[in-house]
């Protein structure tokens, strides 16, 4: 399966963005989709993941009440709502998908996008 990420830019402390995570190549559903971040100089982290129905998803401490994963299978798309942005959400994020169980590590995770720049000033 092949990702595409868009959505990323610059936004002020407290802004919003929404992050898109279009996918194509084979049956999207099945996937559970994270996303990930990387700051500069810093280890690439979890920030959230959703299963293939949606029924679940899971966030990192770090954003839970402030961002929201949540996917449209009939567009194979997954979506990054973030709310309160914060200058230590700047980061590369990326889209990455796996076909096995559920998983925090990104190791478990086979498929990924290009990533988008996010960027909050303060």
């Known amino acids: 399966v092949q990702l595409q990420a868009s959505g990323g830019g610059l936004v002020q402390a407290g802004g919003s963005l929404r992050l898109s995570c279009a996918a194509s190549g084979r049956t999207f559903s099945p996937y559970v989709i994270g996303w990930f971040r990387q700051a500069p100089g810093k280890e690439r982290e979890f920030v959230a993941a959703i299963v293939g129905s949606g029924s679940r998803t899971d966030y990192a401490e770090s954003v839970k009440g402030r961002f929201t994963i949540s996917r449209d299978n009939a567009k194979n798309t997954v979506y990054l709502q973030m709310n309160s942005l914060k200058p230590e959400d700047t980061a590369v994020y990326y889209c990455?998908?796996?076909?096995?169980?559920?998983?925090?590590?990104?190791?478990?995770?086979?498929?990924w996008g290009q990533g988008t720049l996010v960027t909050v000033s303060s």
């Open positions: 990455a998908a796996t076909g096995s169980t559920w998983s925090r590590s990104k190791d478990r995770y086979e498929y």
